[in-house]
Every structure is written in C-alpha cells, then in structure tokens.
C-alpha cells in the first residue's frame, strides 16, 4: 500500500516586471518568482479530491495582484508578504518563496542597459511560526589574471596538473546567507555584501578556490552583523595554458583556452 510523502505545489518561473516612478530618477524591477505550498492535499492524490488545493495559476495571479502595493526594492519584504498571504488561508500549512532579480544598469533617470547573468535572490519560508529569510547573489561572474596559486595538493598516480604559484582565476558565484534578524535595509545590506565579495575577490591572495572563498566569508561577518551563515557555491572556470612550444613558438602564459566543461565544483557553508 503507497502512503504519501512530502509534497508541494505552486507556480515556479512567474515572471514580472515593474516601474517604481521617483521625482528624479524610476527604478526597474525584472523579477522572476516561484510559490511552493505545502497542506493537508493527501486527498488530491490518493482520492481526486482537489477542494483543498489553491489552483497553481491562483498563485500566479496573487504575485501580480499584490505587486501594485507591496512590491518595492525590498524582495524580502515582498515574498514574506504573499507567504502570509498564502499561509493565512485554511488548509495551508506553509509557504515558500523565492525570488530572483535580474540585475539592470542604470542609463540615465529612466534608461536601463540588461543582458548580464547576474542576480538578486531571496527565499523566504512562511509557517506558523513565522518567516524565515534566506537572501543571496547568482552568476557574479569574476576574473583575476593574477593573485591566485594552487600548491602543496597529493598527487598520485593519476595527478598531472602542474603546481601554479601564480594563476589566472575566474568563478561564477553563486552564495546564500540566512539573516535571523532581518536588516532595516535589505537592499542596501545585499549591496554592501555584493561588494565586500567583489573588493575581497580582487584584493586578497588567495592559496585556492577554496581560500579565496573564505576571505569573502570572514570579509562579510566582519562587516555584517546580521547574517549568521553563508553558503557559496564557486565552480572553478578553468582558462588552460595553450602549450604553444607544439607550434615551435615559446611560452610566455598569455594564450589560454577557456573550459566551460569539465570544471572544479567547489562548495561549503561557514558560520559565524
């Protein structure tokens, strides 16, 4: 006999776009959002019967009916709205949501430039005891050509990479940090965050992927006092030295050959 396990429901890849007008300058949201519900719905599975669950395009349409009044540069404020939304009707246990902003430059008071892979994220996850704030930064793609090694690993049998006192470095990252309390400005704070992760990226040395993410961790607890934990996700985006002494030409490390498969996947979470 089946029995039914977790499950949810909802609507992922909602996606909405708003003008905030100002006296001098409007703002441009581009967001994409996803409702996870989860309830009482083992009848809907077990027996057909769908009177306990919220249509998927229900979800859907509370995004675009609540943004008019609660949708600001505060995504956090935003997704913990229509999780209380959503948690407030009967049946409805909880509520999770999460939101990515695809980041725009500002031309002008009213132009904007797009086309980078770099995002905004929240997720907040609404119950009964309340929401849960997870906010992050995706596809901060960064390079150094310089201040980086990777020396000192085990070799074995099967180990041919050269050691590297010096070398090219280059992530796409990925990080997530839980706030216990939620700051006045999240806005701000993810600015600040974004920045310090920048700044530590191209300013500190680092022995490894590994370390070089860890400066960025201590640089972030050292200036944010309200995000207990952060978890990166940093895939090493290998240029490989192009052995030019095949073409009877010398080497002198300038000629690489970006590698977008196979790469180093690198992860961990630090706590404060």
Known sequence: MATLGANQWGKSEVRISKVLRGDDNDEFLDLTVQILLSGDVELAFVEGNNSAVLPTDTTKNT?????????????????????????????????????????????GPTGFLGGGSEGRTTRVVTSSSGPAFTSG?????????????????????????????????????????????????????????????????????????????????????????????????LPNQHHLAVDLTRFGLPNDGTVFQPVSQPYGDIRFTAHR
């Open 63 to 107: 995004v675009y009916g609540l943004a008019q009044e609660h949708l600001s540069t505060d995504l956090e404020a935003f997704a913990a709205v229509l999780g209380q939304h959503f948690v407030a009707r009967a049946g409805i246990e909880s509520a999770t949501i999460a939101v990515k902003q695809t980041r725009w430059q500002r031309l």
């Open 137 to 233: 930064i995706e596809g901060l793609v960064v390079l150094k050509t310089t201040g980086s090694a990777f020396v000192g690993f085990p070799r074995d049998e099967f180990t041919v990479l050269p050691e590297a006192e010096d070398r090219l470095l280059a992530t796409s990252v990925t990080a997530d940090w839980v706030y216990p309390v939620l700051p006045e400005d999240t806005t701000a704070t993810w600015d600040r965050v974004r920045q310090l992760m920048v700044d530590h990226f191209f300013d500190d040395w680092s022995a490894s992927v590994q370390h070089q993410g860890w400066t960025m961790a201590e640089a972030v607890f050292d200036s944010v006092a309200e995000i207990s934990e952060i978890t990166f996700h």
